[in-house]
């Protein structure tokens, strides 16, 4: 699938089928997550995948903005320890998001352009998500990505005009004629 | 291009030829980067494209990981107060960064895609670069996208293996085998 195409049309998802996702479409999905970049190439990363539907049911009931039923989910962490031993303070406390953040957007692409819906949900507890998958210390949950075959066909919300938002040498100078 | 294709050979390039970047190209660049998924659709990004000699010049000199000497870079800032008026504290201080992120990587694959080089920066001063980019308060500098015709062919870096990173419904539970 072409790239502009993918960009263009991936829709967050909402509704799901029970159709499972076969492992080797996980491993495409993680194998564009660590494509990323990644500062100074530190690659903060770990990837949880969620499957066993006990375990799913349990991240979604404290994950308010988890809506759908889809058969996997994974979560993506960073490894704070390791940004902050070879990155420092900007490392950990920054870098780690951005970074989690751009393999997510791979992932997104990816699962996507393999037929995939996906949904990004940010609103779990940390504390209960880290107990339910057993995450030590210094491990922090980013983003969960929920994954499954797509049961519906959002329309692309609204987006603000490039003429409000996109600047020229300095902000408020305007990039484009409205 | 394919979208896999643009994942996985997209390099961070730090060598640039003094080729300029079209107008359409940029557009294309920025289109792309709205097309990420935003928490709430609150869409917290600003864009300041920057392509005057001497503005670069001086975002260079206090950006010390900005190598090169590419016509042009994208600041991607977050909107700090749209962000909290529309999101709360979960939507200034983490989500902001997140989306921006997810933004970021759209916008190095839509560039590869179209033949050009790409490298994030977040090594410039905050202050700084607000002062140059006359930048108010309440809009936060995210990241620096460096953009040019790429004058290198960079080699992939290292990636640790997903063996090592990718685990199965709890952390510490490999889900790939070695």
Redesign the interface.
């Known amino acids: 699938?072409?790239?502009?195409?993918?960009?263009?049309n991936?829709r967050?998802v909402r509704k799901y089928k029970p159709e499972l996702v076969p492992k080797d479409l996980?491993?495409?999905i993680?194998?564009?997550a660590?494509?990323?970049?990644s500062?100074s190439?530190i690659?903060p990363?770990?990837?949880?995948?969620?499957?066993?539907r006990k375990?799913l049911d349990m991240v979604r009931k404290i994950s308010p903005g988890y809506f759908g039923d889809a058969p996997l989910a994974i979560l993506v962490?960073s490894d704070k320890e390791r940004a902050y031993k070879l990155g420092g303070e900007?490392g950990r406390d920054?870098?780690t998001?951005?970074?989690?953040?751009?393999a997510?957007?791979?992932m997104?692409?990816?699962a996507y352009?393999s037929g995939l819906g996906t949904c990004?949900v940010?609103s779990f507890s940390s504390t209960a998500i880290k107990h339910?998958?057993?995450?030590?210390d210094g491990?922090e949950p980013?983003?969960l990505v929920i994954v499954g075959y797509p049961d519906q066909s959002p329309k692309p919300?609204?987006?603000?005009p490039?003429q409000e938002?996109?600047?020229?040498?300095?902000?408020?100078e305007k990039?484009?004629e409205k």
Not at 97 to 102: F, K, Q
Not at 132 to 136: A, G, R
């Open positions: 699938m072409d790239v502009f195409e993918a960009i263009k991936r967050s996980v491993q495409k993680l194998e564009a660590v494509r990323a970049p500062a190439n690659q990363w770990n990837f949880i995948v969620i499957k066993d375990v962490c900007l920054y870098l998001v951005a970074d989690c953040a751009l997510v957007q791979n997104l692409l990816a352009a990004i940010k339910i998958l057993e995450i030590p491990i980013e983003l919300p609204l987006r603000r490039l938002i996109a600047y020229l040498n300095r902000y408020g990039y484009f």
